[in-house]
């Protein structure tokens, strides 16, 4: 007997085929629906069916008549349940009872009616089977329902959506210090996060986790259901190429309903932190982190108008720093508490400011979240809803904290954010066949720095062998940094979003037609200048006899040779007198102040979207769409004519060997214009799926589907050309890629913000430009998939196979046009930009510093760039990036108190850029390449190659209704992909991203090494102890390296008791994160490279100094491999548990 996926049923001589399924094919965002078809029993349609669909708590009625096809469609239903269906035709009636709808899914419900009818009994359909979420007929796409349970049951110490778009094996939480998900090995800012069918994303893209505050906007305990989508074909689906996390917010009922609850975390409910130096652990830092919410629901009109609040305080002391100095209870970085306290004498004593402290205090982030909804049935055909949400954060931040520098507290700030949110949607049923629904959002946003201190930034650079008895440290050069963050200058950013929507339903008998438009207004103001109040690097400068005042430098200083004590000494001194290494500032430039550097823009999308679902037969769906996205840009930057003059290149002559040559400097522009928008740029996107239901006794499917779909690049991306124009503002600077040495005399340091030097010997203003290509799109990429999903014969179990397939159409990657031309090919034939002096090797220290005096005065970076202007970026288009994933997943239920899940997810996945960062040249250095500005796919920064996911829940009810619930997860991953690169910058771009040339053979004299025979030795040895030796004659692949395999469980715990009164609960719940931790302090770590500002996540092990006067790489080898770091800014890599009572009535 086949039961084409139908479980039959019969009462007496009636027959009713009933079946839950749920899949996003019908993507309402925000609501669920429900369908069938009506047969007679002689397999015949039955047209004219009456079909009655009533939300119990609230009332909501929806009706439908099947076609003359018996079928049938109900949309834009509330979320949840229970439904009551009631089938009528011909006096006949069967109703259904306790049928639950899923977030953006469609339930089937199909009957079989017979000739004789009798009484019939209500038959209870609670849609709990394992795999009901799988099976339908319009599942065609990649995602994942979570389910209720899976909400109440799993653990979830951040209570954030991203812990539960874990459970799909394709989704990894590859930053959970930073709540970064990539979906596929996708691009983390690619995703969307929609609440209520409206984006909640950080509109503006500077935050990693998609969001525009660190928790949520919306509290956890106001969410209803969640879907996650991948490809779902839908052409309601847009704005994002990795994943979509869609949730819809609770509603009122006619009960009044709600619930208080208080969840509460400090550092005795966690586990000890690592310390990758000593091999010990210590105490988590003091912290103390309070929760406090409630929400509540009911009636204001019983069956008519309904309200729902809720509001949440989050206060947490939560510190966020993982490195410090020596001594400390910290990673240890190479500064010593002595080069603190210099420090922090001279800033006090001679320059009259304090640098603050290296330990958190009484820092704190603060949230409040706060929800209104209101839900209206405006007769039997038509329903409104109607939300307001507000947060308000103000959050800790601590920059410059990492495995090569650390700073103090005056150079940390208080980012505070507010963002108020307004949605109106109204569904309508104006036929049995036609329904639409329309909504209109509005969000108002505003982010802006409180900083600690008002200075310049500062940077203290010290190296030099550490004092005896010192920690193992990751480099023994490292920074000290204090003074106003030099991004958060001058900062400030408000973004207005309009959102419209219309779509319509129309139901013709085998097929659905859905088609309709919406429209994204949005407005963009944001300040952002970096370094308007001044950047100061200080570092040890060569110096003879008398340079110096300190006894201990008496006879001079050579800093590639001095002792650690020595080098403080001159950093300190030079600090001190005010002679810096480096040096810039931004400033207005003639008849232009700062202010005329804010970018303040506009940016419109109309979608216009067609589609047909046709039910072929009984067995087969397709669904054919199409969606056309076109951008318009009413404001453009301001036309620089000059970086749009053609470009005279610069030129080396007389360069007979790498160490001389006459060098010219380019001058002109760049050849293209800067005031390029995305305006007019529009993007046809056609999407086609399919499923196919086998005639099998078990249930049996394939799906799948084709589709283009586009994103949205981050809009500080376009927002970057408004406000680098080269117009409003100049950089000046010395010291810096592109510019002259600074004068080692004293004094050019000036703590006054509003006093920087801009007037010293060899000062030239320059000029930063950012540009968009003509081509550039936004991100879009081709996905494709096919699953084949079958129900086993044993506990009820189902499981699935799933290939996916992406292809980037539309790409983003950036160059920096402002190099110069090369002015020498390495031994691996890479482009070499340095002057004759930088490639000397007699003006490299062995420790990687240079010698920028005597013969060594010409050496610069970027030797033939145009000394006009500064960075100049562009915005390239690339097609180039792909993916392949497939997924195995099992799921079953072993008895009415067990279920249980498995999941094993294989990814390949390639980018040419990561974009890892909101400032233009902060994306173009954090790639590790060959050739500077090349275009070459690697393996994504987001790779996570291998995951398994898995998940245990037990519920019992012990004692009258009041259940005892136990969830488990697990997850296990390999680590994050990481390239091998030198520890300074090899080729002269200015920058620190250049990967490893590993020569063909020891002793090959490809290359020499400044140490000789033991430092060539010492490098072998690195090589094979990595795995290296495969890249002999050749340079190692980006991203070709992967951290270590990490795993951890989470544990939930929770029992329900009496409360106060009849019908209240109360609710203990225990959540463990990462419990093997718990168990052994060796389990659940996290170890990986750690990103570096200059080339993301690498790794060094040898420098550059220079070429031989035949052209060949000098090379230092490193005493030791960097290290990697131990991930626990908030304690990620040790257990955390976290307590919670809430009062349900």
């Known amino acids: 007997m086949t039961n084409r996926n139908r479980v039959r049923l019969s009462q007496l001589s009636l027959g009713l085929a009933l079946a839950l399924a749920a899949a996003p094919a019908f993507a309402q965002n925000t609501t669920g629906a429900v369908a069938g078809r009506i047969v007679g029993s002689d397999s015949q349609p039955v047209s004219g069916a009456q079909v009655t669909i009533v939300h119990t708590p609230s009332g909501s009625v929806s009706a439908a008549t099947t076609g003359n096809d018996g079928r049938y469609s109900a949309r834009g239903l509330r979320v949840g349940g229970p439904y009551t269906i009631t089938i009528t035709k011909d006096g006949v009636t069967e109703v259904r009872e306790g049928v639950y709808l899923q977030l953006a899914e469609t339930t089937s419900v199909d009957a079989t009616l017979g ?29 994942t329902a979570v389910s209720r349970e899976q909400l109440r049951t799993l653990a979830s110490v951040q209570r954030n959506l991203q812990d539960y778009a874990r459970l799909d094996p394709r989704l990894s939480q590859t930053d959970k210090d930073r709540g970064e998900i990539s979906a596929a090995g996708q691009n983390s800012r690619f995703n969307s996060i929609t609440i209520d069918g409206v984006t909640t994303n950080d509109t503006f893209g500077l935050e990693a986790n998609n969001l525009p505050t660190l928790k949520q906007p919306i509290s956890i305990d106001a969410i209803d259901s969640v879907q996650v989508n991948i490809s779902n074909y839908d052409v309601t689906q847009k704005g994002y190429t990795g994943a979509n996390i869609n949730a819809v917010t609770k509603s009122g009922t006619n009960d009044f309903r709600g619930s208080v609850y208080y969840v509460y975390r400090d550092d005795n409910l966690a586990g000890d932190r690592f310390n990758r130096a000593t091999g010990g652990f210590s105490n988590a830092p003091a912290f103390k982190e309070d929760t406090t919410g409630l929400t509540f629901g009911g009636p204001l009109i019983k069956d008519r108008l309904y309200f729902f609040i809720a509001h949440e305080e989050l206060v947490s002391s939560r510190g966020g720093l ?18 603190i306290s210099g420090a922090r004498a001279i800033a006090s004593g001679t320059w009259g400011f304090d640098v603050g402290g290296e330990d958190v205090t009484a820092s704190e982030l603060t949230v409040d979240d706060s929800l209104i909804k209101l839900d209206a049935n405006l007769g039997d055909r038509h329903r409104a809803s109607l939300r307001w949400s507000k947060t308000e954060q103000n959050e800790p931040i601590f920059p410059t904290n990492f495995n090569n520098a650390i700073s103090l507290s005056s150079h940390w700030y208080n980012q505070a954010k507010t963002i108020e949110t307004y949605v109106g949607q109204v569904f309508s049923d104006w036929t049995d066949n036609f329904s639409t629904e329309a909504k209109i959002s509005y969000r108002d946003y505003a982010s802006a720095p409180i900083n600690n201190s008002f200075l310049p930034q500062i940077r203290l650079n010290f190296s030099g062998a550490l004092p005896p008895g010192s920690p193992s440290v990751s480099s023994t050069n490292a920074g000290l940094v204090f003074g106003t963050e030099r991004s958060r200058h001058f900062n400030d950013l408000a973004t207005e979003t309009w959102n419209y929507y219309l779509g319509a339903n129309w139901f013709l008998d085998q097929h659905e037609l859905k088609f309709g438009l919406d429209y994204d207004d949005n407005d963009v103001y944001n300040a952002f200048l970096q370094d308007t109040r001044g950047n100061y690097t200080f570092a040890c400068i060569n110096g003879g006899a008398g340079f110096y005042s300190d006894p201990l430098l008496a006879a001079g200083v050579t800093c590639n040779t001095a002792t650690r004590a020595q080098n403080e000494a001159a950093v300190l001194e030079n600090f001190r007198r005010g002679r810096v290494s480096s040096y810039q500032v931004q400033v207005g430039a003639p008849g232009f102040d700062l202010n005329d550097g804010a970018a303040n823009w506009d940016y419109q999308n109309i979608g ?38 053609a470009t005279v290149n610069g030129s080396i002559a007389g360069n007979t060997t790498p160490w001389v040559g006459t060098v010219t400097r380019a001058s002109g522009g760049f050849g293209i214009r800067n005031d390029v928008t995305l305006d007019g740029n529009e993007l046809f996107q056609p999407r086609l799926g ?40 100049r950089v000046i600077g010395c010291g810096i890629s592109g510019f002259a040495a600074c004068p080692t005399t004293d004094g050019l340091f000036n703590p006054d913000p509003n006093s920087q030097p801009t007037g010293f010997v060899g000062a030239v203003p320059a000029a930063n430009v950012d540009f968009l290509s003509e081509d550039l799109e936004q991100p879009s990429v081709w996905k494709a998939n096919l699953a084949f999903d079958h129900e086993l014969p044993w506990g009820g179990m189902v499981v699935s196979a799933e290939y996916i397939r992406t292809e980037v159409e539309n790409g983003i990657f950036y160059k920096h046009l402002n190099l110069g031309a090369p002015t020498a090919v390495g031994t691996d034939g890479r482009n070499l930009f340095y002057t004759p002096q930088g490639l000397n090797t007699n003006c490299w220290n062995t420790n990687g510093s240079t010698i920028t005096t005597g013969a060594c005065s010409g050496f610069r970076s970027r030797a033939l760039n145009n000394p006009n202007f500064n960075n100049v970026l562009l915005a390239e288009n690339t097609g180039k990036g792909s993916g392949d994933n497939f ?8 008895s009415d108190h067990w279920t249980w899940g498995l999941g094993y997810s294989y990814t390949r996945a390639t980018e040419v850029s990561p974009l890892t960062s ?14 500077a500005n090349e275009e070459v796919e690697a393996n994504s920064a987001y790779l996570v190659k291998d995951r398994v996911v898995g998940q245990l829940n037990w519920t019992r009810a012990f004692f009258g209704d009041y259940r005892t619930s136990f969830g488990v997860f697990y997850e296990g991953r390999a680590g994050k992909p990481y390239s091998w690169v030198f520890d300074n910058d090899l080729n002269g771009d200015g920058n620190i991203n250049d990967l490893i040339y590993i020569p063909t053979r020891p002793g090959s004299g490809e290359v020499v090494f400044r140490g000789g025979a033991a430092d060539e030795a010492l490098f072998w040895q690195f090589v094979q102890q990595n795995g290296l030796e495969k890249y002999a004659g050749g340079v190692v692949d980006r991203n070709s390296a992967f951290s270590p395999w990490t795993q951890s469980f989470d544990v939930r715990i929770s029992q329900e008791l009496p409360g106060f009164m009849k019908g209240h609960k109360t609710v203990l719940q225990l959540d463990v994160l990462n419990f093997g931790n718990l168990l052994n302090k060796d389990w659940g770590r996290i170890d990986e490279v750690g990103f570096q500002s200059q080339g993301g996540l690498s790794r060094s092990f040898v420098r550059g100094l220079g070429l031989t006067e035949d052209g060949r790489y000098v090379y230092g080898t490193l005493p030791n491999v960097e290290d990697l770091t131990t991930r626990q800014n908030r304690g990620e890599s040790a257990w955390a548990a976290q307590f919670t009572i809430r009062y349900e009535f």
Do not use: C, H
């Not at 589709?707 to 376009?718: I, P, R, S």
């Open 115 to 143: 000739e004789d009818v009798a009484t019939l009994a209500a038959v209870e359909v609670t849609g709990e089977v394992v795999g009901s979420e799988i099976f339908s007929t319009t599942n065609m796409g990649a995602g």
């Open 322 to 339: 993982n490195f410090g100095p020596l001594g400390s209870n910290r990673t240890p970085v190479a500064i010593t508490p002595t080069a």
């Open 608 to 645: 216009l979207f067609i589609q047909d679902t046709w039910s072929v037969n009984y067995n087969l769906t397709l669904m054919a769409g199409l969606r056309i996205d076109q951008k318009q840009m009413n404001t453009r930057p301001l036309y620089n004519a000059a970086a749009g003059a």
């Open 690 to 729: 399919f499923n196919y239901t086998f005639d099998t006794d078990r249930q049996t499917q394939l799906r799948g589907g084709v589709g283009l779909f586009e994103g949205a690049a981050a809009n500080v991306w376009l927002s970057n050309p408004y406000s680098n124009t080269g117009i409003a503002t």
């Open 887 to 894: 997924s195995l997943s099992l799921n079953g239920k072993l």
């Open 918 to 931: 909101s400032v233009a040249n902060s994306n173009w250095n954090s790639v590790s390449v060959f050739q």
